[in-house]
């Protein structure tokens, strides 16, 4: 069983930072994804051992995902946040490759609890 803890989330204005944390008892390849009240989830970011990355069009040049890999951690760092940025922010993680679908929730076994980020005004 994979465990993940996530933490970093917060309350920020707009134009603010955060960078959110995700420790992984093991992966190959780890998720963010975020939630909005009444929206489906949807992939952020994801990066795998290789340091193969992706980014959601809507956070490109916004947002970056690294890795510590001596630590089993993957960070998500968030800059020029947005209101629209506003979500339960999770953590997933697979031991298997995408597939081409690192966006779906579906193609991650593993998941955390959750760490919700707001983007005022």
């Known amino acids: 069983q994979v465990q993940l803890v996530e933490s970093g989330g917060g309350s920020v204005q707009a134009g603010g930072s955060l960078r959110l944390s995700c420790v992984a008892s093991?992966?190959?390849?780890v998720g963010w994804f975020r939630q909005a009240p009444g929206k489906e989830r949807e992939g952020v970011a994801t990066i795998n051992r290789s340091d193969i990355i992706y980014y959601a069009d809507s956070v490109k040049g916004r947002f970056t995902i690294s890795q510590d890999n001596a630590k089993n951690t993957v960070y998500l760092q968030m800059n020029s946040l947005k209101p629209t940025d506003t979500a339960m922010y999770y953590c997933a993680a697979s031991q298997y490759g995408w597939g081409g679908r690192w966006s779906e929730p579906s193609t991650f076994e593993y998941w955390g609890q959750g760490t919700q980020v707001t983007v005022s005004s």
């Open positions: 093991r992966y190959f390849s």
